[in-house]
């Protein structure tokens, strides 16, 4: 530990740093952060700097509002994007009680709980997300009318398409200068929508990563006035954001997912995990999908999951089996489809991998593969197959949620009754405004 | 001059003798710890390991400070006639060794040789492969001039390999020597570095490391030239 803080310290002086920014995300995946001097720097790598929690979503608890930032000295990391002649350095902080035990607010606790459950078990939990999001011109519209996007509508279709493509390609440079290799970049099928898919790592490492990848697009995008959001359903009509994430686990070396013997490739640990993953899907749904918008994502028609099913070429599957190359053993996955990209990532990865391992540990039947499009299934059918919905509103996800003694467990006391009771919130304020869509139905009509 | 590192402690009287006769300052330890807690702020000038009373001590001391970041140098070692066998397999501990018996004169002049050969007063110590330069005392590392922005592990990772190229070594060899045991990340973790670095490399550097196929990892180019 002594080293990583040393080397920190040394680089901060060599690089002549001016500002360290904390990292830490709240419990709805907001990140947030303070700047501190390299003065202070040594100080709160050795015992974390005191803040008050009780204003950050989250954190506020009834006896103690003070927690600490513990910066984890191996996330050090410059940040590129920032003006050059002052460099700007973040660390990923834990955040803790005073007593040096770990906060139950803290996403980063949730996860790593998790991921403790995983090791138990012998596994460790590999994950690779695919991130969309759009651009937009600025400024934003703030009066309830819906974003401009940059490619369409324009007069200058051609050039503000090339401007789009320049933002992302730059954001790629820069992801690639902080370590963060990308897979695969490309324009998306709705308009001004683009994708950033990230090569595997660990659970915890991608969970930081994810916040990075949303800072910097956003930064980027702000540089050229423009404005990228990760909203799940921005316009109306075409395919919203997602973050489809590719899981895996391994023990040691070894694809536990990966059979040779099964016709799919897949291990009894993968069936029953995804049996899991199925099993508890709507509980977890409002985790994955934590926001009002995020159901306007996940309706039948544009590529978004909407039945609880499996299976392997079907994009309308929630959990989708990739096909891999003859002899590709480390590449077998499954593909979780539901989770958007405004989903909180460290919260995200442990709800699906604590449903993934229940399967594992009471031994979950994996049922039938969806054949069909099951976008074009009648409701009958559906019921004759046993296929279920997903949740379709946050409202209905939030009671599923509260149902769940898995999703207690997975959260914690303290993350589960504070997310319940603020999504309830959210619903009873969604709940209580008149739309457009009520105008335009309704007043003249009734 | 900062002074040498003497074990063990008590001195030997003949060695202490021979060292004040040279103008050598010197502070005697019994163990890595009394080393490190005896330490002057800019390190060791070097080290005399005498394992006539204590061979094992002797040898896992020089182990120790060899393990170090910056391992320390230069390093005699003071042997019996009898201990020299021992030295088979352990040459990577010293820089040079006196046989029991020495004079003054001879251990004088090896380590006015030993200084002048490994350059004491010269430091930073870097490690240069073509475009790539690691200061090991900074922890900078640059690539043509260009400073690399690594994390820690990046940084460990990319100088033990840079420490020794044209070696293929397995991820479990990385994993162990670079991570350590603690780490329960798996192999995989390896490659996610590797990655990471690769990226940080930039396209005309990237191929600094090579991947060997269902073996491992290699910097800079094989031995053989393959």
Redesign the interface.
């Known amino acids: 530990m002594e ?2 803080q ?3 310290l ?2 901060v002086e ?2 002549g740093v001016r500002f360290v920014q904390m990292w830490f995300t709240d419990v709805l995946g907001t990140p947030k952060s303070f700047q501190i001097t390299p003065a202070e720097l040594e100080n709160a790598l050795g015992e974390g700097m005191t803040f008050d929690g009780s204003t950050i979503d989250g954190f506020s608890r009834v006896q103690e509002s003070d927690v600490l930032a513990m910066p984890d ?6 940040l ?1 994007y920032l003006a050059d002649d002052a460099p700007v350095a973040r660390v990923v902080c834990d955040v803790v009680n005073l007593d040096g035990s770990p906060f139950e607010g803290d996403p980063r606790h949730v996860l790593r709980r998790a991921l403790e459950r995983a ?1 138990s078990l012998g596994f ?1 939990f ?1 994950v690779a997300p695919e991130l969309e999001y759009f651009y937009f011109a600025r400024p934003s519209p703030r009066d309830g009318t819906a974003p401009m996007p940059l490619d369409h509508g324009s007069y200058f279709d051609l050039t503000t398409n090339d401007l789009a493509s320049a933002i992302r390609r730059q954001t790629v440079l820069t ?7 990308v897979e695969y970049s490309q324009h998306e099928d709705a308009p001004s929508q683009h994708e950033i898919d990230l ?4 659970a915890m ?1 991608m969970a930081d990563t994810v916040m990075t990848v949303r800072m910097v697009v956003k930064e980027l995008a702000a540089h050229h006035d423009v404005m990228a959001t990760f909203m799940p359903k921005p316009l109306s009509g075409v395919q919203g954001s997602g973050m489809h994430t590719h899981m895996s686990l ?1 023990d ?2 070894t694809n536990a997912f990966y059979d040779d013997s099964d016709e799919y490739n897949l291990s009894p640990v993968a069936r029953r995990f995804i049996a899991g993953v199925l099993a508890h899907a709507r509980e977890l749904t409002a985790v994955t999908n934590q926001w009002v918008n995020s159901y306007k994502r996940l309706i039948v028609g544009y590529e978004a999951p909407v039945y609880i099913s499996w299976a392997r070429n079907n994009r309308s599957a929630l959990v989708r089996v990739p096909p891999t190359k003859k002899g590709k053993r480390d590449s077998t996955r499954i593909e979780y489809r539901a989770p958007d990209s405004a989903a909180n990532p460290y919260l995200a990865f442990a709800a699906v991998l604590a449903a993934g391992l229940t399967g594992i540990e009471k031994g979950y039947e994996l049922p039938a593969e969806a054949a069909a499009n099951l976008y074009e299934l009648s409701p009958a059918q559906r019921l004759a197959e046993g296929i279920e919905s997903l949740p379709g509103s946050l409202s209905e996800a939030v009671d599923a949620m509260e149902r769940s003694e898995l999703m207690a467990e997975v959260l914690g006391e303290h993350v589960f009754e504070w997310f319940v009771r603020n999504k309830r919130a959210e619903w009873a304020d969604y709940k209580s405004e008149v739309t457009g869509f009520e105008y335009r139905r309704y007043l003249t009509s009734l | 001059m900062e002074p040498l590192l003497l074990f063990p402690d008590p001195a030997p009287p003949l060695l202490a003798q021979a060292l004040d006769l040279g103008g050598y300052p010197w502070k005697a330890a019994s163990s890595l710890q009394a080393a490190e807690r005896l330490e002057p702020e800019d390190g060791w000038a070097g080290a005399v390991v005498s394992a006539d009373a204590d061979p094992e001590g002797a040898f896992a001391l020089c182990r120790a400070l060899r393990k170090r970041d910056l391992p320390l140098a230069p390093l005699l070692l003071i042997v019996t006639v009898e201990q020299l066998s021992a030295l088979e397999l352990r040459e990577d501990l010293f820089d040079d060794f006196c046989v029991t018996g020495w004079s003054g004169g001879e251990l004088d002049a090896r380590l006015a040789h030993l200084f002048w050969r490994t350059g004491r007063g010269t430091r930073p110590e870097l490690v240069e492969y073509g475009p790539l330069v690691l200061n090991l005392e900074t922890y900078q590392a640059g690539l043509s001039g260009r400073p690399l922005d690594l994390t820690y592990m990046e940084y460990e990772l990319l100088k033990f390999l840079a420490t020794h190229p044209g070696k293929v070594f397995t991820r479990e060899t990385l994993l162990s020597r670079v991570w350590g045991y603690e780490y329960y990340g798996g192999a995989r973790t390896v490659d996610v570095h590797i990655r990471r670095l690769r990226a940080k490399l930039g396209d005309e550097a990237a191929n600094l490391i090579s991947t060997v196929r269902s073996v491992g990892y290699r910097f800079g180019q094989s031995r053989w030239g393959a």
């Open positions: 080293r990583q040393d080397y920190v040394r680089t060599e690089r000295a191996k996330t050090f990391q410059l590129p090791r460790s590999f992801l690639e200068d902080m370590g963060i290799p090569r595997y790592t660990d490492s391994f040691g070396d």
